[in-house]
């Protein structure tokens, strides 16, 4: 993809997350909650039919901290069916190895606004061969939705990334029911581009899935969509510039205070996901740039909106009206006979 069409992806990215929606969204999505699990996974299924695209944009400064894992075999066990550990590397010329990686970011998208850390197993699919990005944990200050669980609100505060006025990046996460906590603060003076490795950032986003305890049989990977330019590169910063005060995730599976490497995107990272995108369509870095062609040339799809959640709110809300007034008046009738 040329800089001009990746210009017109990144402004029609943006044109799919509207803060007005957004906000009506996140605050009437939460009587999705109230519904049964199953019940959510179809209301999520329904939305993916009619609404075919959403956009999903991290903010500066995302940034991820890699870990050697030092117990395969009880990585492996939190893989969901059909993965299996794979070898990888962050960037270009490091030994491959098994990874647990951390990446925290600010996000945009289409139906939520906020701050989330999560932690993946890097893995790979035994049918297709490709690397995966499982999400074994996570915690969030705002809105989501994972298969086993459904819909959930806010799971940590607080939930900081942030930059200082000395040239620092900030996390600060705390889990309210996990009691878990992330912590620290990395200096950005000394970092470095650095060419990554483009299995692990291109092909491996192209099929992210649930592990561990987010597990459940039911889901599926799902892929993201961007320019393959947007993981070229990123910049590492030495580990001697990264004061790590607490990570309390995947225990057992890591050695928590000694960090493998550290990557920071000092730039904006635009993304659709094709929510009716059949699985394992997404192989190659040709199918990446087929399905940004053919978002850029489609018009007149309906996009998320807070009146599609307002209509069939207010449907819901006056049809329970009608049947209490309805049996108020029933009983009334019935007292006045007897």
């Known amino acids: 993809m040329d800089r001009d069409a990746n210009r017109q992806f990144i402004s029609k990215t943006e044109s799919l997350v509207r803060p007005k929606d ?17 019940a959510q996974g179809k209301v999520m299924k329904r939305g993916s039919i009619d609404i075919p695209y959403m956009g999903f944009i991290v903010d500066p400064y995302c940034f991820f901290l890699a870990y050697r894992i030092t117990d395969r075999a009880a990585a492996q066990a939190m893989l969901p069916s059909g993965y299996e550990l794979a070898d990888a590397r962050v960037f270009e010329g490091q030994p491959a190895g098994p990874l647990v990686i951390v990446g925290a970011f600010s996000v945009r998208t289409s139906a939520f606004i906020g701050n989330r850390v999560e932690f993946y ?49 900030l996390v600060d996460f705390a889990g309210i029911r996990s009691g878990k906590a992330l912590r620290f603060t990395a200096s950005l003076e000394k970092a470095a581009w650095r060419d990554l490795d483009r299995e692990l950032w291109v092909v491996g986003n192209l099929s992210v899935d649930y592990g561990g305890e987010l597990s459940v049989a039911s889901s599926k990977p799902f892929s ?14 030495p580990l001697e510039c990264v004061a790590l005060a607490k990570n309390d995730y995947l225990p057992g599976l890591i050695d928590a205070d000694h960090p493998l490497c550290a990557a920071v995107f000092p730039y904006s990272q635009h993304f659709i996901i094709k929510q009716d995108l059949a699985e394992n369509s997404l192989r190659t870095e040709a199918d990446l740039e087929g399905q940004i062609l053919a978002f850029l040339g489609r018009t007149g799809f ?8 307002k209509k069939p709110l207010l449907r819901g809300l006056l049809l329970s009206a009608a049947l209490t007034y309805g049996l108020i008046a029933y009983l009334i009738i019935r007292l006045n006979q007897s």
């Not at 605050?27 to 519904?35: C, H, S, V």
């Not at 993201?224 to 910063?237: H, N, V, W």
């Open 224 to 237: 993201l969509i961007f320019d393959p330019a947007l993981m070229g590169r990123a910049q590492e910063i």
């Open 302 to 309: 309906k996009t998320m909106t807070g009146d599609a959640i």
């Open 121 to 169: 197993i890097i893995a790979r699919k035994r049918d297709t061969g490709m690397v995966s990005w499982i999400i074994a944990d996570y915690e969030t200050n705002t809105n989501n939705y994972e298969p086993k669980n459904g819909f959930g609100g806010y799971t940590a505060d607080p939930a900081v990334l942030t930059t200082t006025p000395y040239g620092e990046v």
């Open 22 to 38: 957004v906000t009506a969204i996140s605050f009437l999505g939460d009587f999705n909650r109230l519904l049964p699990v199953g």
